[in-house]
């Protein structure tokens, strides 16, 4: 057998496996392509931007609520705001400050405020992650994560475009992921711990569908304030929090700008190439075709040893 | 298959035994590599490791597992040429793949368990109620789990050629003796004994087939675990082309794996090294490669991810790292000298493996950069050398396996071999130890 016949059977049985991933996927055969008026029952929650003066009592509320540990910088010293910051195993929620027009305080130039949490997906990236399903989206809304289920891979935290879930990296038997429940446990009795707390009412909790009609009606009313799209409403193939901005969302490191859910990519791959198990198997049936010749061809030639 | 089986032998034969200096020194590194674990078991990830929540995965993932499993590679691509091509001649370099390949898929997920977070629930992947279809790392962990199992089955006739109807144990497990006895009789039985009718193959021949399926399966999946990270990713990695191209250069290093793995053999146990085969596989290598680094290039344009190799980055670097030692191996094993020479030969692959090694560790470490995270997550002592142990623990068992099983190729011997004393068979042997 020469070089040529092996190169081409190599790139064939290559092929098989590659042809899979050329076929594009059914967009409902990967879980995708869901219609935006399923999630209009979602709890959700409106944030505008523009009320929020970055006092941290949100913070403090998710703390209290969650049960999480003390930070080492109170809540009350808003120097903190001076390094942009994440959410950690202190709070799940997280303000941080901007300056979009500039940042010389001398020509008053104002700060933007904005608060960062679970945006708790339509199409989560971290629930199509997670290899064991520890984390699910909710039919009401909220992405929750199972502790029992979880091994503790973190590929959850690879794919959150939003790098959001926070990992104990400091407990050796029992670290778990945190992230933001939309205080589940709360609700619907009570108003999530932030929103129940903020001094300025900047956010309004309801349903999504509500949510987004009031915030279209309040960017109309004020075109001169907000910018005119919903951060949150298709991004990232629509999240459960809506941010009024003031400012485009880039400006206050808000980067994920793609309308298309995280795992949706990954997903086709992955589905086209196991379709039915049928590439798998056709590389299976095609290799077997290829050993049973090669062996058919040794009994003829009777072991004449070594070819070539 | 089976009317196939090539002249091989065992190094205990030869008179060369497991303990040497060297073998201590290695076993030392072994020692530090479980102090790191130590480490973690006891005081968590924090204590050992650089990673926190913006680095989630380090090295651990990107060598230790993505390293590993891409040059465990030698041993399907040794199995596909030898056994399902029918390239008989590659028997002997076949044994050796499927051994480095066992080693490489066992010390992967050894590091995965200590890399876990909530690591006493591994088994959580294996069991229906936790299946995750959409998770790419779930087909992952499922391809890597049952291609280890097809590994070890590939293994066994290597452990019932010498030591069915033979085995002895050392006190005390010499009262498993009966034990093995019987597992490796019946292990025997089913793989190699029953010959199917009409194709007239032994059940093995399947195992190989799926352990070839299963790798292709696995090797791309592995490119695709980093799509989801989508702009997090930096551009000159990330493409929808990714398990294309982890699928491409699996097959592309599989056999400077094999050539290089060889020539360390050849070595140590002062053989000659059987450059007449090896010159054959690496002939096929400049064409692997070749068409990997095209496709590469023309990913890399297609995209437009070209523009940033002019922008300042690590990420530049070490992309440029990565490639440069690909298109050095890709010249080198280009030139009939360098495919005809030991060394020369021994040099193209190790750069092509390095090349590789590389591009896993950049794909799912370096190239991630989270928006808006200003530090850079960089390796702490304790990460490295518990890598380091690892990496020891492969050659010192690939060494406890070289002279207790039969892998190596008879004869071609060029120095005076160690004495070999006349001892009672199987004095301090060991078999299968699967029992």
Redesign the interface.
């Known amino acids: 057998m020469d070089r040529r016949k092996f190169l081409k059977n190599a790139a064939v049985t290559g092929g098989a496996v590659i042809a899979g991933s050329m076929i594009p996927g059914e967009a409902h055969a990967s879980g995708h392509g869901h219609d935006p008026a399923e999630f209009e029952n979602n709890y959700a929650v409106l944030y505008d931007a523009t009320k929020c003066i970055g006092c941290r009592i949100c913070e403090l509320a998710c703390n209290m609520t969650n049960d999480l540990d003390k930070p080492d910088i109170d809540f009350k010293d808003l120097r903190v705001l001076a390094k942009k910051r994440r959410t950690d195993e202190t709070t799940h929620t997280v303000i941080n400050r901007f300056y979009p027009y500039g940042d010389d305080a001398r020509m008053n130039h104002k700060p933007v405020f904005l608060k960062q949490q679970c945006m708790h997906c339509n199409e989560p990236a971290c629930v199509s992650a997670c290899i064991v399903g520890a984390l699910r989206k909710t039919p009401e809304g909220p992405v929750l994560y199972d502790e029992s289920a979880c091994i503790g891979c973190r590929y959850c935290m690879i794919a959150c475009p939003f790098q959001i879930p926070v990992f104990e990296f400091d407990e050796p038997l029992f670290p778990v992921i945190q992230k933001c429940t939309l205080c589940i446990h709360r609700i619907p009795d009570k108003l999530p711990a932030c929103v129940e707390a903020c001094p300025q009412e900047a956010m309004t909790f309801g349903r999504r569908g509500d949510l987004l009609k009031l915030g279209h009606g309040i960017i109309e009313q004020n075109t001169d304030i907000y910018e005119t799209e919903i951060y949150g409403e298709h991004t990232a193939g629509g999240t459960s929090w809506l941010y009024l901005l003031p400012v485009p969302p880039v400006k206050l490191g808000l980067l994920v700008q793609s309308d298309v859910p995280a795992g949706q990519l990954s997903e086709t791959i992955q589905h086209s190439v196991f379709k039915y198990f049928i590439p798998p198997v056709a590389l299976y049936i095609f290799l077997f075709l290829m050993m049973f010749r090669s062996s058919r061809m040794d009994n003829k030639s009777n072991h004449e040893g070594e070819e070539e | 298959?089976s009317?196939?089986e090539p002249q091989v032998e065992r190094m205990y034969d030869k008179g060369y035994r497991f303990f040497t200096p060297g073998t201590w020194v290695l076993i030392g590194l072994i020692m530090i590599c479980a102090g790191v674990a130590f480490g973690?078991?006891?005081?968590?990830?924090?204590?050992v490791?650089n990673?926190?929540?913006?680095y989630?995965?380090g090295i651990w993932k990107g060598i230790n597992i993505a390293t590993f499993i891409v040059l465990g590679a030698a041993g399907f691509t040794m199995a596909?040429?030898a056994?399902?091509?029918?390239?008989?001649?590659y028997s002997t370099l076949s044994r050796q793949g499927v051994v480095f390949g066992l080693l490489c898929y066992t010390f992967a997920p050894i590091s995965l368990l200590i890399d876990?977070?909530?690591?006493?629930?591994?088994w959580?992947?294996i069991f229906p109620r936790?299946?995750?279809g959409?998770?790419?790392?779930?087909?992952v962990?499922i391809c890597v789990m049952l291609y280890l199992t097809v590994l070890l089955i590939e293994f066994m006739p290597f452990v019932i050629e010498k030591y069915k109807g033979k085995v002895a144990w050392f006190w005390p497990l010499s009262m498993f003796n009966r034990l093995t006895e019987w597992f490796l009789w019946i292990a025997d039985f089913i793989l190699l004994k029953i010959n199917i009718p009409i194709?007239?193959?032994p059940l093995l021949?399947?195992f190989?087939?799926?352990g070839?399926?299963l790798s292709?399966?696995h090797q791309?999946?592995l490119g695709?675990?980093?799509?989801?990270?989508?702009?997090?990713l930096h551009p000159l990695w990330q493409s929808?082309m990714l398990?294309?191209l982890f699928?491409?250069s699996a097959?592309a290093v599989g056999f400077p794996v094999l050539i290089f793995v060889s020539l360390i053999n050849s070595y140590s146990f002062g053989k000659k090294p059987e450059m007449k085969i090896l010159s054959?596989l690496a002939?096929?290598t400049p064409?692997?490669l070749g068409i990997y680094f095209i496709l590469k290039m023309y990913d890399l344009n297609y995209r437009g991810a070209n523009v940033y190799l002019y922008e300042p980055s690590i990420q530049k670097w070490a992309w440029l790292l990565e490639v440069g030692l690909l298109v050095l191996a890709l010249l080198m094993f280009m030139l009939p000298k360098v495919r005809k020479t030991p060394n020369w030969l021994f040099m193209a692959s190790t750069f092509a493996m390095v090349s590789m090694a590389a591009n896993r560790q950049n794909v799912l470490v370096t190239a991630?950069r989270?928006?808006?995270?200003e530090h850079v997550y960089v390796p702490s002592t304790a990460e490295f050398f518990f890598t380091v142990g690892l990496i020891a623990s492969i050659i010192v068992f690939y060494r406890f396996i070289v002279i207790y099983v039969p892998i190596m190729k008879k004869g071609g011997d060029i120095k005076p071999q160690p004495e070999a004393e006349p001892q009672p068979e199987m004095a301090a042997s060991t078999a299968g130890g699967a029992e």
């Open positions: 298959m009317n196939h973690r078991f006891f005081f968590g990830l924090s204590a490791t990673l926190d929540n913006d989630p995965w596909f040429i056994h399902i091509y029918g390239h008989h001649k876990l977070g909530r690591y006493w629930l591994f959580h992947p936790w299946w995750q959409n998770s790419v790392l779930f087909e962990a194709i007239r193959m021949a399947f190989v087939i799926l070839v399926v292709c399966l791309s999946s695709t675990l980093m799509v989801i990270a989508g702009e997090k929808p398990p294309l699928l491409m097959f054959q002939n096929y064409w692997l991630y989270p928006p808006g995270v």
